[in-house]
């Protein structure tokens, strides 16, 4: 009868180190998975937030090629202020008196403004 008992699998004593060592590995293997899983899902994360940054670095770099396009444009204009004026008449002199407690700085005439887009006539009403 030991005999008939022993050809069972998992009753004999041999077989119970091998099912132990076979569950050890399968438990083994689910962390593997388990561990797998996890580092995909973070991975997703990672792609999506590199994706992102992408973007907004993106954004970032039109903003900074417009910048650096209206700054570049500003070595222009100021100087064409400068040679407007430069061509505006210099307030009336008045006499110079000795007296160098007035040092005032004589400025030119300021510079208008010329409003570009036609607006309504003065004698007509803007309809509300």
Same mark, same amino acid.
Not at 65 to 79: E, M, P, S
Not at 118 to 125: F, H, R
């Given at each position: ?42 991975? #997703?994360? +990672?792609?999506?937030?590199? !994706? ?6 993106? $954004?970032? %770099?039109?903003?900074?090629?417009? &910048? ?17 004026? #430069?061509? +505006?008449?210099?307030?009336? !002199? ?6 160098? $407690?007035? %040092?005032?700085?004589?400025?030119? &005439? ?19």
């Amino acid at each position: 009868m030991s005999r008939h008992q022993s050809s069972r699998p998992g009753f004999t004593s041999g077989s119970f180190a091998p099912n132990q060592a076979l569950q050890a590995r399968i438990d083994n293997k689910t962390r593997e998975l388990q561990d797998l899983k996890q580092l995909q899902q973070l991975s #997703g994360t +990672l792609v999506t937030q590199i !994706e992102d940054l992408a973007a907004k670095l993106e $954004t970032l %770099t039109d903003g900074t090629a417009k &910048v650096a396009l209206i700054l570049a444009n500003w070595g222009q204009v100021l100087r064409a202020v400068g040679l407007a004026q #430069g061509a +505006l008449p210099v307030g009336e !002199e008045e006499e110079e008196e000795e007296d160098t $407690t007035n %040092t005032e700085m004589k400025l030119p &005439v300021p510079l208008v403004r010329i409003q570009v887009e036609e607006g309504p006539e003065e004698g007509q009403q803007q309809p509300h």
